[in-house]
C-alpha cells in the first residue's frame, strides 16, 4: 500500500502543525557529494547491501513462520472452495474441481442476502459501538486517579473468561422470563413487556451486537489508550500554549498521532468482527429463523453441520474478500487524508 | 540494475519458500501407530465422547472390562460432544483413526460413507435381537458398520403435585396436551416446556410429533406434518403455554425450567433422572409422548450411540477390536450400562426384563421397539432434512410464516 | 475543586481524584456485571441460573472443591503456554514491526497484506493442517508445540500492533545513534525497544490473552489429559448430556485469577510521554 511506502521514508503520518519542533524529518543518509571518486561510491553501494540485508534478517524469522503456519492453511482454504469437499474427501483424499459450482450454490440460497445484510449490520454496529465506548474510556483512564491501573485491567476480564462460559453466562442474562436484564428493566419500569431479546426476530441481531460490542470494548480500550500514553506532553504543552482549546487540542494533537493505531484498531476490528462465530453460535445458533444469522455462521453450519465443506469455504473466500476490500478502501481513504 | 535484480531474485526466494510448506504436506503422514507396550500386549486406542463424569467413568471401566477380555490394553481419548466429529475428520485425513470410534447415532452415514469404517459382517457379528430402528441408523447400504448397546428417547415429564392441584391427568392425545397446558399455566409457570432452537437438537423434539401423525422427513410439505406444526404453534403462540424461549433453549435449559418450577410439564429425555432426583422437593413421573388422537401409536425418535471398527489397516487389531464392540453389546454389558447410565438396552429380548432403579424409566422402554432412527429412510442425506425441518419450525413459531408455508419454503429451499 | 479538564493533556495535579475513582469502579460495575452473574451463579446451589436472587444468600462451595482439587495442573500448563507464547511472539514480531516501520523494505506492503490476510482465515483450516504436520513431527502433547500453535495469533497480531506504534518513533533519533556507531541490532535493542515499551507491552498482553483463550487448538493438538490447557479442561464438566455449571463457573473463575494479577502487574508498565526526552 502507498501508505506504508510514505510512512517508511518520512516521519510519523501526522506531524503537528504548529510549535512543534522537536519532531524532524529524517536526517538524510550518509551525504554522497557528487562527481566524487569511484572508491566513495562503492562503499556507498556496499553500505546499502548491508542495509539490505539488515533488513531482511529482521524479517526473515517472521516470514519462515507466517509461510510454515499459514501457507498451507491459506492456499488450501482458498481452493477448497472450489472442490467437491466432503467428509470422503478426508479420508480418501478425492476432491473433484467443480469450478465456480460452490459459490453459485451459495449465493444463491435464500439464506445469502439476509446473512449478508446480517453481517455488515453486525460487523457496522459491533465496530462502531466499541470503537466509540473504547476510545472514550481510554481518554478517560488518561486522568490520573487511585486504582487507574487496576481498573484498566480489570477492564480485560471478559477476556480470561471462555466464550462457551460467557455466551452461557449472556444467555441468562437475556433470557426472555427470568434473566436478569429484563428483570431489570421491569423493575426501573424501562421496559416492562420482558422483550425476547434471544427470541424475538427484530431483536435478536441487536442483542447479538451488544454481547461483541461487550467483548470488543477492552480490546479498543487498551490499544487505544497504549497508543495515547505514546503521544508527547510536549506537544500538548506547546499547543496550549498557543492558545488551542480541548477540542482543537484533540484534532490536531491527539488524533494526527494516534492515527496509525487507530488504523490498525479499525482494520483489525473489522477483520475479527467479520469471522465471529462463537459468540454468535452461542447465544442464539444464528436463529431465530436465520435472525441473527451471517456468513460466518451460515460457513461454520454448511461445513460442520451438513459437511458440504466446499460450499463452507466459498462462504470463507467470500468473508475474506470483503476483508480486503475493507482493508483496501479504508487505507487509501487514509492516505488521502494524510496527504491533504 | 542491481537493484531490481536483488529484488527479483527475493521474491524468487519467497516463492520457493511458499512451496516448501505445500511440499511437505504432500510427502503427508504414515499415521502413528497405536503402539505395543514393553511386554507384547496390543494397545487399542478408543475414541468417544463421554467426557464427563459419571459417563466417563461408567464406560472406561465397561470398555476397559471388555479390553481385559480381548487381551489388549487400552488407551482411551474421551473429547467434549461438539468436537468429536471434527477430531475424526482430522484422524481420517492423518489416517490415525483410532481402533475403535463411537459415533453419535445419526453421523454414523456421513462416516461410513467416506470408507473409513470396516463392515462388522467381516468379523461374524450380526445385530440379530436389536431394536429394527437401532440396526437401521447403523446400517449403510445394507451393510451393518455399527453396534449400538443402549439407547434413549424422549418423553413427557410432568410434575405430580402441579398436576393433582389443577386436577388435570396426564396427558394423551394432542388434545389433551393442548388443554392440560392451558389450564396449568398460570403466573409465572407455564403448562408446557419443550426445545426448538435453530439446530439439530430443536429437529429431535419436534420428530416424534411429525412421526406420530404421519409426517416423513423426505418432504416435509404435507398436511400431516403441518398439523404437528400448527400443534407446536397453538401451544405457543396461540395458547401462550409454552414459553417464546424455547426457541432458545437447550434441553438441560428445558430441565431447569422444569425443575424450578417454571414449567408443569417437559419434553425431556431419562438422562435428566439423576438432576430431578437430586430435588428430594420434587415429585414428577413420566409418559409417553401424546399421540394424536386416541390409541394411535407413537413414534419416538432413537438416540444414543454406535460403536465402529474403522480401516486402520492392521488386521489383528480391527479383529481385536471387533471384539471389544461386541462385548460392549453383550446382554450383561448392555443392562449394566443401561442402569448406570440412565439408558436402554437395545436388544428387545432384554427390554422386558431391564428394570431400572428409576421406575420413570418404563414411560422410556415401552417406547423402544417402535421406535425409528432419524437416518433410517434418508442416510447420508439426513443432515439436509434436519436443517429444512428446524428451519420450518422457527419460522412458524416466530410468526415468520403458516406452518403449511413454512414447510413448504423449507422443503423447497 | 480539582478541575481535572475532560481532554489529554491538561492534568493539574491537585489532589487524588477521588471522584473519578468512583466513576471508574462504576463504569467497571456496569461492563463486569455478566461476571459477577457468573460468581453469583457459582455460588448457588443449584447451579443453575432459573430464578436466581440477586445475591448469593445461600452459599454453596462445591463448585469451587471440585475446580480446585481437578484443575490445578491444566491452570498450570495454560499459563505456561500462555507465557511462553508471549515470549516467542515477541521475540519474532518486534524485528519484524521494527523492519516494517522504519527501514526501507520495499514488499513491506506486501508483507502488511499477507499478515492481515493471515488473519482472516478461520483457525479451523489452520488447525486442520497444524494436526496432520504435528502428527508426523511428534509434536502432539506437548508445550513447545502449544506454544508454535498459539503465536498464530500473536505473532501476526503483534507485527501489526506493534508496527503501528513504531512508526510514530522519529527516524532521527535512530540515525543519531546509527551515525555513533551502533550497528544494527544495538540501534534496535538499545534505541528503539525501549522507546516502544508500551508497543510491546499491549502487543504482550493481547497475545497472552489470545494464547489463554485458545480452544481450538488445545483441542485439537491434545490427545491426552497430560498437557491440557484449562480452557479444555473446563469441558470435564460440560457433557453431552448433562452439565455441571456451578464447576464450570467455579474453574472459569479460579482461572481467571492468577492471569489478571499479571495483567495488573504489566499494565503497570505502561508509561506516558515515552518518546519524550529522547529527542530533547
Known sequence: ?340 | MIRSTRSVRAQAVLASMLALPLALSACGGSGGNSGSSSDGTTTLRVLDYYNNDPGKTVWQKAIEACGQEAGVKISREAVPGASLIQKVLQQASSRTLPDVLMLDNPDLQQIAQTGALTPLDTFGINADGFAKGVVDASTYQGKLYGLQPVTNTIGLFYNKDMLAKVGVTPPQTWDELRTAAKKLTSGSTYGLAFSAPANYEGTWQFLPFMWSNGGDEKNIATPQTAQALQLWVDLMVTDKSVSKSALNWTQADVNDQFKAGKAAMMVNGPWQFPVLDADKSLHYAVVKIPAPAAGKPIVAPLGGETWTVPQTGNKDKQAKAAKIVSCLNSDQNQISLGQQNQTIPTKTALLGKFASSNPNMKGFTDQIPTARARTGELGADWPKAATKIYTAFQAALTGQATPTKALEQAQNG | MSTVSALPGHRRHTGPGWGNTVVGIVILAVLLFPLYWMINVSLQPSGSAVGTPWLPLHLSFHGYSTAIGQQGRNLATSLIVALGSVVFSLLIAAPAAYALAQLKVRFANVVLFAILISQMIPGIVIANALYTAYNDLGLLNSIPGLILADSTAGIPFAILIVRAFMTNIPQSVIEAGRVDGAGHVRAFISIVLPMSRNALITAALFTFLFAWADFLFALTLTTTENVRPVTLGLYTYIGTYVNDWSSVMATAVLASIPAIVLLVVAQRYVAAGTTSGAVK
Open chain 1, 1 to 340: 500500500m502507498a501508505e506504508y511506502r510514505h510512512l517508511s521514508e518520512t516521519a510519523p503520518s501526522g506531524s503537528p502543525p504548529r510549535g512543534a519542533g522537536t519532531v524532524q524529518r529524517p536526517a538524510p543518509a550518509p551525504a554522497v557529494p557528487p562527481g566524487e571518486s569511484s572508491p566513495r561510491v562503492r562503499r556507498w553501494e556496499s553500505y546499502r547491501t548491508r542495509e539490505r540485508l539488515a533488513q531482511l534478517l529482521f524479517l526473515v524469522p517472521a516470514v519462515i513462520y507466517m509461510v510454515a503456519f499459514f501457507g498451507f492453511p491459506v492456499v488450501k482454504n482458498f481452493l477448497m472452495a472450489f472442490q467437491k469437499y466432503s467428509t470422503t474427501t478426508f479420508y480418501t483424499g478425492e476432491a473433484p474441481w467443480i469450478g465456480l459450482g460452490n459459490y453459485r450454490a451459495v449465493v444463491s440460497s435464500s439464506v445469502f442476502d439476509k446473512a449478508l445484510v446480517n453481517t455488515i449490520l453486525f460487523t457496522v454496529g459491533s465496530i462502531a459501538g466499541q470503537f466509540v465506548i473504547g476510545l472514550a474510556l481510554a481518554v478517560f483512564f488518561r486522568r490520573r486517579f487511585p486504582l487507574n491501573g487496576l481498573l484498566r485491567s480489570l477492564l480485560l476480564l471478559p477476556w480470561l473468561i471462555p466464550l462457551i462460559v460467557s455466551g452461557a453466562v449472556w444467555r441468562w442474562i437475556l433470557d426472555k422470563d427470568n434473566g436478569a436484564l429484563n428483570r431489570f428493566l421491569a423493575a426501573t419500569h424501562i421496559a416492562t413487556g420482558h422483550p425476547g431479546w434471544l427470541t424475538s426476530t427484530s431483536l435478536a441481531l441487536v442483542a447479538v451486537m451488544m454481547v461483541n460490542i461487550w467483548i470488543g470494548i477492552p480490546f479498543n480500550v487498551t490499544i487505544l489508550y497504549g497508543g495515547l500514553q505514546d503521544i508527547p506532553e510536549e506537544l500538548y504543552e506547546a499547543a496550549s500554549l498557543d492558545g488551542a482549546s480541548g477540542w482543537q487540542r484533540f484534532r490536531y494533537v491527539t488524533w494526527p498521532m494516534l492515527r496509525p493505531v487507530v488504523s490498525v484498531v479499525l482494520v483489525l476490528g473489522v477483520v475479527y468482527t467479520i469471522k465471529v462465530l462463537d459468540v454468535i453460535l452461542g447465544l442464539t445458533n444464528g436463529g431465530p429463523a436465520n435472525a441473527s444469522q451471517t456468513i460466518a455462521t451460515q460457513s461454520y453450519h454448511l461445513s460442520f453441520q451438513q459437511f458440504d465443506f466446499g460450499q463452507g469455504a466459498a462462504l470463507g473466500n467470500i468473508l475474506i474478500a470483503i476483508s480486503l476490500l475493507f482493508a483496501i478502501i479504508y487505507l487509501r481513504a487514509n492516505r488521502r487524508a494524510v496527504d491533504e
